[in-house]
């Protein structure tokens, strides 16, 4: 207010004012009349605001800091909801991702989950996520995209996980050829992994394995679900070394640059492998 009252329109008003005030001294009464409801008409408003100014005057500086504190509080309560909204809004994207894969195995615990960094030291891709023993991540727990099977925990903590992919040699899978139910291992090789690519070893020598078969995971070993889809076969070859034939597969997603994920933490038969071995039991 006190700015106002020093501002150049005030200044005007106030010599505006003072003319209209001289002129009327000079005028009969008619002109009085009139002179006297312009200068209500101009100063009423005027004695309207000073009207507010002095009501909020009345109220004390405690009154007003503790209203700011309380505004302030509120806003603050806003913005933690507004990020609350984003983060479900964004996890519900995620589940939504994995829909159909939910829908067709129940019996799956997914957790999704996003690639934080990528491990630029190890030549076949492993990468890290946000998610650990916190959200239930164990290790050996099966990671996939929506299109299929893209590698395995190997280290866990409170808020992360270290995942190895399927372009891995670290990486061993039971697998089968939808089409013609030959098995194999599934394990990464140095000579593929930069072309997105890994191997299923270990075929019988009367295979029947052909070009764009489809390869899933047996379940076999309790450490992968059974039916993962991992990949397409893309070529045979023939390993003169071990004197075997294998499969080249390409997995549906490029397992390099990948980042929107799911981990399952828990699946119907997860685990009764390794539990049969360690009591003495059979396959």
Not at 12 to 30: C, D, E, G, K, R
Not at 32 to 44: E, K, L, P
Not at 226 to 238: F, N, P, R, S
Request: with cysteine; aromatic share 8%.
């Amino acid at each position: 207010m006190k700015e106002f009252l020093k501002s150049r329109s005030m200044k005007i008003f106030m010599i505006t004012i003072f003319v209209v005030i001289v002129l009327a001294v000079f005028t009969n009464s008619i002109e009085n009349n009139f002179v006297s409801s312009t200068i209500n008409g101009v100063t009423y408003p005027l004695s309207k605001v000073s009207a507010a100014a002095t009501n909020d005057d009345d109220r004390s500086i405690d009154e007003i800091k503790a209203e700011n504190e309380k505004l302030k509080k509120e806003n603050a309560d806003l913005r933690s909801q507004l990020v609350n909204y984003y983060d479900v809004l964004t996890e519900n994207s995620r589940l939504w991702k994995f829909y159909d894969l939910k829908k067709e195995n129940p019996q799956y615990s997914l957790v999704p989950c996003t690639v934080l960094r990528r491990d630029s030291n190890d030549d076949f891709y492993s990468f890290t996520i946000d998610k650990g023993t916190t959200s239930d991540i164990s290790v050996n727990d099966p990671v996939v995209s929506e299109n299929g099977l893209v590698g395995w925990v190997s280290e866990v903590d409170l808020s992360t996980c270290k995942v190895v992919t399927v372009l891995s040699p670290q990486t061993s899978v039971g697998a089968i050829d939808n089409r013609t139910s030959d098995t194999g291992i599934v394990s990464g090789s140095a000579k593929y992994c930069d072309d997105n690519l890994t191997t299923m070893s270990k075929l019988s020598a009367d295979h029947k394995v052909k070009k764009g078969d489809i390869i899933t995971s047996t379940g076999i070993s309790g450490l992968y679900p059974k039916g993962l889809i991992i990949g397409e076969v893309v070529d045979i070859c023939y390993d003169t070394y071990n004197t075997s034939y294998y499969a080249v597969i390409k997995p549906y997603d490029n397992i390099k640059e990948i980042t929107e994920l799911a981990i399952i933490t828990d699946y119907t038969g997860q685990g009764e492998v390794l539990i049969n071995e360690k009591s003495g039991k059979k396959k």
